[in-house]
């Protein structure tokens, strides 16, 4: 049983896998590809522009990286840890600061900043 949260855009657009990049290294946090679409990934690949979902290593274990129209679904196990619940919460902020998307959280939805704010999150 899968955690989810999705980041919503204003428009049909989502963030490149490179802005989610940058904006993970604002708040110190290393990703590496380890699928693309169901197929393994080289750790510094670039998915085609057309993905649908990706796999990626990061401190505490894996979140995947659902994409739809307008919408980036982040996904982690059900009995995650606490190192990779806050790794988790980075990779949910750095899609909504890639793209100036909304996070769906229990209480309604929330800005990347209010988000960060509300997570203990200190970006660069």
Same mark, same amino acid.
């Given at each position: 049983?899968? &955690?989810?949260?999705? #980041? *919503? /855009?204003?428009?049909?657009?989502?963030p !490149?896998?490179?802005t989610? $990049?940058?904006? &993970?290294?604002?708040?110190?946090?290393? %990703?590496?590809? *380890?699928?693309?679409?169901? &197929?393994?990934? /080289?750790?510094?690949?670039t998915?085609?522009?057309?993905?649908? =979902?990706?796999?990626?290593?990061?401190?505490?274990?894996? #979140?995947?990286? *659902?994409?739809?129209?307008?919408?980036?679904? $982040?996904v982690?196990?059900g009995?995650? =840890?606490?190192?990779l619940?806050?790794?988790?919460?980075?990779? &949910?902020w750095? $899609?909504?600061?890639?793209?100036?998307?909304?996070?769906? !959280?229990p !209480?309604? !939805?929330?800005?990347?900043a209010? /988000?960060?704010? %509300?997570?203990?999150?200190?970006?660069?």
């Open positions: 049983m899968g &955690l989810d949260r999705a #980041v *919503r /855009f204003p428009s049909t657009d989502t !490149s896998w490179e989610i $990049c940058a904006q &993970l290294t604002r708040v110190r946090e290393a %990703a590496l590809l *380890r699928m693309i679409d169901g &197929l393994p990934a /080289f750790p510094d690949e998915p085609d522009a057309a993905w649908k =979902e990706l796999r990626i290593g990061i401190a505490g274990g894996m #979140v995947t990286i *659902r994409r739809g129209p307008g919408v980036l679904t $982040c982690v196990w009995n995650a =840890e606490a190192a619940t806050t790794a988790w919460e980075k990779v &949910l750095a $899609c909504a600061a890639a793209g100036d998307g909304q996070i769906e !959280s !209480s309604g !939805s929330v800005s990347a209010e /988000f960060a704010r %509300a997570s203990g999150l200190y970006p660069a």
